[in-house]
């Protein structure tokens, strides 16, 4: 097909049209946030919803509710605690009042009231409940406010995109316990937001309601508030609803999560940190028609994402192979079937991200369904293999195989650009992402004198990917019966391997390149990309000693983690986006890497910067990515300022470097579980995995520190599973 060139004149101002532009910090705000299916909420530390920020109720890439302010006696309410339950299922703060005038009159002296505010998300609602109780020992007459505003604001309106016109809104509509509003986009939809409480407030107005209470000592007052994206329902909310959608929205998650091996240690802190890793998968997981699918991140990517959503499965693949087949399903599904420019979509293309917003609906931004990037559709033929090797399912791969070779034939017709055997990318509209890797920020690929690579870019990473799909391709392939086309992916991948070392190896830099421009120059920069290609296995065994090297060299290891671009690159900046920040799921492919080529002391060392940075971070959840400065004594890490938290790939790091430092592999043909080489991060001294599913067996094993040395031992068994240990 014809090649597309992006003119190196094309303004800085459009290749940055679709980044995060907010003006405020998340880490600032302390946001507190909670999902469920294809809602979201951004809330402040105390649950409130601040107007002119981030913070809202979201519903399919649109903000319904936009302000949510709780006061008493008309002031603002004090913080005493905050927490998210260790499932997430809600939010729980703890509130007293400042000295205030009370409704009759009388001085309420500060600290006489408890206010507790549980918040939690089911099915496309906020529910709330407000409990006010007096620990006074006087009657106290007060009012509670709610004061709300519905924006009614597109996701990408809210990350910094200036709209020349929107939709309309429609007066409100007020009954006594309860208030709708609606807006009508330029897409000519109606959504709605409904509030409802229980009971009726006293003065309920477009902008708030006032709850009028009378507490006599140690009486307690109970408000309940449903916030709806949709059409709000006859019956009013209240004690019973709010109970009933609570212990649905905990089973719900307590029967996903349930899949998962279980996962205890010696260390207190790494299992609060795994067990809020697992939490958060399973929270931003959303059941699909094809499965669960694991949403990238909140607040800025809470959707199908192709890449994110690939990369996630592929950490938690030895944890819960179930959430591999629902992306692979929904993939394939999605998967492109003509061309398209708007979109970047050519056949068998796999889907980078889907929107549902105003504005993708409108064609304002391109992602309503968009296929731009070029390493979804070879880690879609990865997953596929990994997927088959870890479960032997049969009757999957032959379902999944139509898309594996539509996806073959596109990595050979279309990602090939100029049938140099390397796969390519170039945008097709000026519409769409500039760089289509992982790292798509508009300045992300570039020579060693900081100059921008033009295209068709051939990143490092990317043929990594290709190399591991190919032979992915010939597993599947055999498995449906297909062995002449196993033998020629084989060869294809032998090729491809020799190629790759011929065109991307840089003695003078010790790595990988970190792409090929569109003249097929070497960007000769060091990155964490060429971590990636040890993940693969693209590497020649010789090369592994340097790029192993190079990765964890001061220059590129920060203490916190492996640097994007190391110290000492001409666009290196430890506060960028892509140019030399820690990115968590980075670093786990990086481990995976270095422990498939032998290097497990440096895998186990990223592990232990990893963990060390969660110790400083609120909850224990790693965020998407931290700055690349280097590690200070006494000093935690620096934190990104719009960074998402919780993000998939970064939630399922730690699980993911677990499975590097014990080299976990699976032979569901021998209900076999192996651990090749297993060694344990300094902090963890006994491990003990519990139902480790392999084939039509269960196991539970032990893994210990003794001396210097590594045991492992099976405790439980059911259906003939087995233990191999290799070293």
Known sequence: MDTIHIPREATEAAQKQHGVT???????????????????????????????????????????????????????????????????????????????????????????????????????????????????????????????????????????????????????????????????????????????????????????????????????????????????????????????????????LRRSSSRAAAIETSNDIFNEAVRRSVADIYMLNTDTEHGAYPYAGVPWFSTAFGRDALITAFETLWLDPEMAQGVLRFLAATQATDIDPASDAEPGKILHETRRGEMAETGEVPFRRYYGSVDSTPLFVMLAGAYLERTGDIKTAQELWPAVEAALVWMDDYGDRDGDGFLEYGRMTDAGLVNQGWKDSHDSVFHADGRLAEGPIALCEVQGYAYAARIAAAAVAEAVGEREEAARQRHLAEKLRARFDAAFWCEKIGTYALALDGHKRPCAVRSSNAGHALWTGIALPDRAARVAETLMNRSSFSGWGVRTIPQGEARYNPISYHNGSVWPHDNALVALGLARYGYKAEAARIFEALFDASVHIDLRRLPELFCGFARTRGQGPTFYPVACIPQAWAAATPIALLAACLGLTFDPARNQVEMQTPTLPRFLDHIVLRNLRVGEASLDVEVNRTGDSIAASVLRRTGGGRLLVTH
Not at 47 to 60: A, C
Not at 79 to 88: A, E, F, I, P, Q
């Open 22 to 252: 907010v003006s405020e910090s998340l880490t600032e705000r302390q946001a507190r946030t909670l999902k469920h299916g294809d809602s979201f909420a951004v809330l402040g530390i105390g649950g409130d919803l601040r107007p002119n920020s981030v913070d809202g109720l979201y519903h399919r890439d649109t903000r319904h509710l936009s302000r949510l302010d709780l006061t008493i006696g008309g002031a603002r309410p004090i913080l005493l605690s905050s927490t998210v339950r260790d499932d997430n299922a809600a939010l729980i703060c703890d509130l007293t009042n400042p000295d205030l005038a009370a409704t009759d009159g009388q001085t309420v002296p500060a600290d006489t009231l408890h206010i507790r505010r549980v918040q939690f998300l089911w099915q496309g609602a906020l529910h709330e409940r407000l409990r006010v109780r007096n620990f006074g020992d006087c009657t106290v007459r007060v009012s509670l406010g709610l004061g709300f505003e519905a924006d009614f604001r597109d996701i990408f309106e809210v990350r910094g995109n200036k709209r020349a016109r929107r939709g309309t809104c429609s007066p409100p509509e007020i009954a006594p316990d309860r208030i709708t509003f609606r807006y009508t986009g330029l897409d000519a939809y109606e959504r709605v937001t409904g509030l409802v409480f229980a009971p009726a407030p006293a003065h309920l107005r477009e902008d708030g309601a006032i709850f009028d209470l009378t507490l006599p000592p140690g009486s307690t007052e109970v408000v309940f508030l449903e916030a709806v994206t949709r059409e709000p329902d006859r019956e009013a909310a209240g004690a019973a609803g709010f109970r009933c959608a609570m212990r649905s929205a905990r089973r719900a």
